[in-house]
């Protein structure tokens, strides 16, 4: 089992109490694609930082287990995690403009990457830098590789940044809204590519976004969370069957191109489903 | 309150970002204009607001040519909503104080009345006037954006992507409101958005925009249809439909 | 009734504009309260304060009445810090100098704020011919020594606490225009503007009430970070002899003339030396608290 979380909760202080924003999530995850859907304030974020230990030190994290392939997170040190964290599961954030080094190549960046984890000489690391960003389908990767940050678009820096964390081979991939600050027809490029890179690697991944019907295209489940607490888990493939009103509403609220609604039914929470 | 818009064009610096664009919106209508990034869509709805004053072209009103620069008048008439909730309030006002700034500019009577009846027209409780846009969920930030614009009693209501910085269900939420206050108040409407269900839910005519050009203009019905002739319409067409269905 | 104004200023939902207002106020007050640094900059201050205001009822002697024949005595009973070098009581003295030297401080804050503030957030918001035209007069002061400027300034007209302030405030404003056109820049493109433009508001309004009040609180920061510094620009005024002039007791001036028995009766420099360090060190806490009061997201 590559990630096995038993009752995670997360919780802040603050000057004005304790708010606890997690509520006790659980889930597995082997090699295969699990995508984590939830509305802002859901908790899905903090539940894929929390395994890489990324939250800062004030959060209180308690689990019965928070395991990454059988390593206890909660009790690993800083050095553990370094040897997780980037490379044995590498980490995709939404907005690549802020998760690139503005003023390093795109290639030195990549073969960095590369050269930190598998060693060898610069030129090697430059070499497989390029066939790295080959294997994320940008079409002239030399070019791309002497080029800066700022000089190509959102879909290309996702790329790049896709092509960062293949460079150590790592075992799983955390993709935290990778798509959400991208065009309608890069968006899907982006997550087949993920997808067929995924299959192709037998690695894990792990979709957090809030679009329920988009993740269903790119996971084998679905795991709803709303207000720090899993709702639902299904197969994607059975989402339209789904049971649990919350699932049930997200899906029926979003306008349809095809099937036009005169009015959108609008989510009735129940406070029934935190209990 | 038609609209025509004539060969609209703007450059920022030494690049054109809106070559030439040309529509006419009918009074009460709603007119959706779909793009992605940089296409120039925002461009073209901030130049009609009159945020932006280095334009050519023609943009109308009623028939009446809109000057560069707007006399304070206009903004009884034209008023927008923008994308981000967050960063469309002002941090350190109250919301009575964000929504009395248009009634003080222009002298309006009644202020308090006017503020209360918009509150309500927005289905913002009450106490929700004297609060600041922090302790306000995005939602409701969203309610006060457009209770803003409402206050000027305008005939038209230029939308930024008003609904995309928020959570699904609360989209669903801002969508029904916009669209019974166009039919309360005979609003017209044009929006812009990246989402073409959205675009197609609230508007009857829809404008696609590539690179500073639209490049077609349909009806939201023959968009449905599939009866989009330019190809981006249809590669866009085709990723909505396909991806805004659960497998 | 403290009670009751705590619910009623804390209140989730207020219900008029008074409340809201008091009830930012309020939480802006707990902050300061629960920052110990930033409580005892504000109470040593206030102290100062209230020793000025209060000065003719807490002084022990005349400061300008001369005992010659008990000059630069050690501290005693009947001369709580001491004399100087002509016999005047050195506690009177620095209770009659903290009017002098505070109401300077205070002078210059109140010449030098609403300038810089005024002068930044124009050329903030116009930008362009404007904006260079103003930002390239502030280098021009920005670019003199302040001290050498001053003593240019006082020079030209007569030495005395009116030129002096006027001095430190000719060189005291351009870091506050141009904190007030970086606070402008980053605020002048947002939505929030950009709506405050569709009201039909003149650039003027917006500039006054929109945009100057988001300017306000990191120059609150630097004026309470500045006041150290006015604070020894005067005291080097006086010390130099271009500030307040004798017998006015001016702390800058009062070390100034007692340099010279600093190894034999060194509490008469360094009681108003010690002074002027409290009120500077004062002033840099309450800066340093009010940097995280102010701050909008803090709260």
């Given at each position: 089992?590559?990630?096995d979380?038993?009752?995670?909760?997360i919780?802040f202080?603050?000057?004005?109490g304790?708010h606890q924003?997690?509520?006790?999530?659980?889930?597995?995850?082997?090699?295969?694609?699990?995508g984590?859907?939830?509305e802002?304030?859901s908790g899905?974020s903090?539940?894929a930082?929390?395994?890489?230990?990324l939250?800062?030190?004030s959060?209180v994290?308690e689990?019965d287990?928070?395991?990454?392939?059988?390593i206890?997170?909660?009790?690993?040190s800083?050095?553990?995690?370094r040897?997780?964290?980037?490379k044995r599961?590498?980490?995709i954030?939404?907005?690549?403009?802020?998760s690139l080094?503005?003023v390093?190549t795109i290639g030195?960046q990549?073969?960095?990457s590369?050269r930190?984890?598998?060693?060898?000489?610069?030129?090697?690391?430059l070499e497989?830098?390029?066939n790295?960003?080959?294997?994320v389908?940008?079409r002239?990767?030399q070019?791309?590789?002497?080029s800066?940050?700022?000089?190509?678009?959102g879909?290309?820096?996702?790329r790049v940044?896709?092509a960062?964390m293949l460079?150590?081979?790592?075992?799983?991939?955390i993709?935290?809204?990778?798509t959400s600050a991208l065009?309608?027809?890069v968006?899907?490029?982006?997550?087949?590519?993920?997808?067929e890179?995924v299959?192709?690697?037998?690695?894990?991944l792990?979709?957090?976004?809030?679009?329920l019907?988009?993740?269903s295209?790119?996971?084998?489940?679905?795991?709803?969370?709303?207000?720090g607490?899993?709702?639902?888990?299904?197969?994607?493939?059975?989402?339209l069957?789904?049971?649990?009103?919350?699932?049930r509403?997200?899906?029926?609220c979003?306008?349809?191109?095809?099937?036009?609604?005169?009015?959108?039914?609008v989510?009735?929470?129940?406070?029934?489903w935190?209990? | 309150?038609?609209?025509?818009?004539d060969?609209?064009r703007?450059?920022?610096?030494?690049?054109?970002?809106?070559?030439?664009?040309?529509f006419d919106?009918e009074g009460?209508?709603?007119?959706?204009?779909?793009?992605?990034?940089?296409?120039?869509?925002?461009?073209?709805?901030r130049?009609?607001?009159?945020?932006?004053e280095?334009?050519?072209?023609?943009?109308s009103f009623?028939?009446?040519?809109?000057?560069?620069?707007?006399?304070?008048s206009?903004?009884?008439?034209v008023?927008m909503v923008?994308?981000?909730?967050?960063?469309s309030?002002?941090?350190?006002?109250?919301?009575?104080?964000?929504l009395?700034?248009?009634?003080l500019v222009?002298?309006?009577?009644?202020?308090?009345d006017r503020?209360?009846?918009?509150?309500s027209?927005?289905a913002?409780?009450?106490?929700?006037?004297?609060?600041?846009?922090?302790?306000?969920?995005?939602g409701?930030?969203?309610r006060v954006?457009?209770a803003?614009?409402?206050?000027?009693?305008?005939?038209v209501?230029?939308?930024?992507e008003?609904?995309?910085?928020l959570?699904?269900?609360?989209?669903?939420e801002?969508l029904?409101?916009l669209?019974?206050?166009?039919?309360?108040r005979?609003?017209?409407y044009?929006?812009?958005?990246?989402?073409l269900s959205?675009?197609?839910?609230?508007?009857?005519?829809?404008?696609v925009?590539?690179?500073?050009q639209?490049?077609?203009q349909?009806?939201?019905?023959d968009?449905?249809?599939g009866k989009?002739?330019?190809?981006h319409?249809?590669?866009?067409?085709?990723?909505?439909v396909?991806?805004e269905?659960?497998? | 009734?403290?009670?009751?104004f705590r619910?009623?200023?804390l209140?989730?939902?207020?219900?008029?504009?008074r409340?809201?207002a008091?009830?930012?106020?309020?939480?802006?007050?707990?902050?300061?309260?629960?920052?110990p640094?930033?409580m005892i900059?504000l109470t040593?201050?206030?102290?100062?304060?209230?020793?000025?205001?209060f000065?003719p009822?807490l002084?022990?002697?005349?400061?300008a009445t001369?005992?010659l024949a008990n000059?630069?005595?050690?501290?005693?009973?009947a001369?709580?810090?001491?004399?100087d070098?002509l016999?005047?009581d050195?506690?009177?003295r620095?209770?009659?100098g903290?009017?002098v030297?505070?109401g300077?401080?205070i002078?210059?804050v109140?010449?030098v704020?609403?300038?810089?503030?005024?002068?930044?957030c124009?050329?903030?918001?116009?930008?362009?011919?404007?904006?260079?035209a103003l930002?390239r007069?502030?280098?021009?002061?920005l670019?003199?020594p302040?001290?050498v400027?001053?003593?240019?300034?006082v020079?030209?007209l007569?030495?005395?606490?009116?030129s002096?302030?006027?001095a430190i405030?000719?060189t005291?404003w351009?870091p506050y225009?141009?904190?007030?056109r970086?606070e402008t820049?980053?605020v002048?493109n947002s939505?929030?503007i950009a709506a405050y433009r569709?009201?039909g508001?003149?650039?003027?309004?917006?500039?006054?009430r929109?945009?100057?009040?988001?300017?306000t609180?990191?120059?609150i920061?630097?004026?309470?970070?500045?006041m150290?510094s006015?604070?020894?620009?005067?005291a080097?005024?006086g010390?130099?002899?271009?500030?307040?002039q004798?017998?006015?007791?001016?702390?800058?001036?009062m070390?100034a003339t007692?340099?010279?028995?600093?190894?034999?009766?060194?509490?008469v420099p360094?009681?108003p030396a010690?002074?002027i360090l409290l009120?500077?060190?004062?002033?840099?806490?309450?800066?340093?608290?009010?940097r995280d009061?102010?701050d909008?997201?803090?709260n």
């Amino acid at each position: 089992m590559l990630v096995d979380i038993q009752n995670l909760k997360i919780g802040f202080k603050s000057r004005t109490g304790f708010h606890q924003a997690v509520k006790g999530v659980s889930l597995k995850l082997g090699t295969e694609k699990l995508g984590i859907v939830g509305e802002s304030g859901s908790g899905k974020s903090l539940t894929a930082r929390a395994l890489m230990k990324l939250l800062p030190k004030s959060t209180v994290i308690e689990a019965d287990t928070l395991a990454f392939d059988g390593i206890d997170v909660l009790s690993a040190s800083e050095r553990q995690m370094r040897q997780i964290r980037g490379k044995r599961a590498g980490f995709i954030l939404q907005d690549p403009k802020y998760s690139l080094n503005p003023v390093k190549t795109i290639g030195a960046q990549v073969a960095e990457s590369w050269r930190t984890h598998k060693g060898g000489s610069r030129r090697e690391a430059l070499e497989a830098a390029v066939n790295l960003l080959e294997q994320v389908q940008i079409r002239n990767p030399q070019v791309v590789a002497k080029s800066y940050p700022h000089e190509v678009s959102g879909g290309m820096g996702q790329r790049v940044m896709i092509a960062m964390m293949l460079a150590p081979d790592p075992e799983l991939l955390i993709a935290d809204e990778p798509t959400s600050a991208l065009d309608a027809t890069v968006q899907a490029e982006i997550l087949r590519l993920i997808e067929e890179l995924v299959a192709e690697r037998g690695m894990g991944l792990l979709l957090i976004s809030h679009d329920l019907p988009l993740v269903s295209h790119f996971c084998d489940r679905v795991m709803v969370m709303y207000s720090g607490r899993v709702m639902e888990e299904l197969k994607a493939s059975e989402l339209l069957s789904a049971k649990h009103p919350y699932t049930r509403g997200l899906l029926n609220c979003m306008p349809s191109l095809i099937h036009p609604k005169d009015r959108l039914p609008v989510l009735a929470r129940d406070p029934e489903w935190l209990k | 309150m038609t609209i025509e818009i004539d060969n609209l064009r703007i450059r920022f610096g030494e690049r054109e970002v809106v070559k030439g664009v040309s529509f006419d919106i009918e009074g009460g209508d709603s007119f959706g204009i779909v793009g992605e990034s940089g296409s120039g869509k925002s461009t073209v709805l901030r130049a009609m607001a009159g945020l932006n004053e280095d334009w050519q072209g023609r943009i109308s009103f009623s028939g009446e040519d809109a000057p560069q620069k707007r006399p304070p008048s206009f903004f009884r008439k034209v008023q927008m909503v923008f994308q981000d909730p967050y960063g469309s309030l002002h941090p350190r006002q109250t919301i009575d104080r964000i929504l009395s700034e248009l009634p003080l500019v222009h002298k309006m009577d009644r202020i308090d009345d006017r503020i209360a009846k918009v509150l309500s027209d927005v289905a913002l409780p009450q106490n929700a006037r004297f609060r600041y846009p922090h302790q306000l969920s995005g939602g409701q930030r969203q309610r006060v954006a457009i209770a803003r614009a409402l206050i000027a009693e305008p005939e038209v209501l230029l939308l930024d992507e008003p609904t995309s910085a928020l959570d699904v269900s609360v989209q669903a939420e801002i969508l029904n409101l916009l669209a019974d206050l166009r039919v309360e108040r005979k609003l017209t409407y044009v929006m812009v958005s990246h989402n073409l269900s959205v675009i197609a839910h609230l508007c009857s005519q829809v404008g696609v925009m590539v690179d500073g050009q639209m490049v077609e203009q349909l009806t939201a019905e023959d968009l449905r249809l599939g009866k989009a002739v330019h190809p981006h319409t249809q590669e866009l067409r085709r990723l909505s439909v396909e991806l805004e269905e659960p497998v | 009734m403290n009670a009751a104004f705590r619910t009623w200023a804390l209140s989730e939902a207020p219900s008029s504009r008074r409340q809201a207002a008091w009830g930012n106020r309020y939480r802006a007050w707990l902050n300061l309260k629960g920052n110990p640094l930033g409580m005892i900059g504000l109470t040593i201050i206030s102290i100062f304060i209230l020793m000025a205001i209060f000065a003719p009822l807490l002084a022990t002697h005349d400061p300008a009445t001369q005992e010659l024949a008990n000059r630069l005595a050690a501290p005693n009973a009947a001369h709580w810090f001491g004399t100087d070098e002509l016999g005047r009581d050195v506690f009177s003295r620095i209770l009659y100098g903290a009017r002098v030297t505070l109401g300077m401080v205070i002078a210059v804050v109140v010449l030098v704020a609403p300038i810089g503030l005024a002068v930044g957030c124009i050329a903030g918001y116009f930008g362009g011919i404007v904006d260079t035209a103003l930002m390239r007069i502030t280098d021009i002061f920005l670019a003199f020594p302040r001290l050498v400027l001053a003593l240019a300034f006082v020079a030209a007209l007569k030495p005395g606490i009116e030129s002096a302030v006027l001095a430190i405030a000719l060189t005291a404003w351009p870091p506050y225009a141009r904190l007030a056109r970086a606070e402008t820049l980053t605020v002048r493109n947002s939505d929030f503007i950009a709506a405050y433009r569709l009201t039909g508001a003149s650039s003027w309004r917006i500039i006054f009430r929109h945009i100057a009040p988001l300017c306000t609180p990191s120059l609150i920061v630097r004026v309470t970070l500045d006041m150290s510094s006015i604070i020894i620009t005067a005291a080097s005024l006086g010390f130099l002899g271009m500030g307040a002039q004798p017998p006015s007791p001016e702390w800058g001036a009062m070390i100034a003339t007692a340099k010279r028995f600093i190894f034999e009766q060194w509490w008469v420099p360094m009681i108003p030396a010690i002074a002027i360090l409290l009120v500077s060190l004062a002033f840099n806490f309450l800066g340093d608290a009010l940097r995280d009061v102010l701050d909008p997201k803090g709260n």
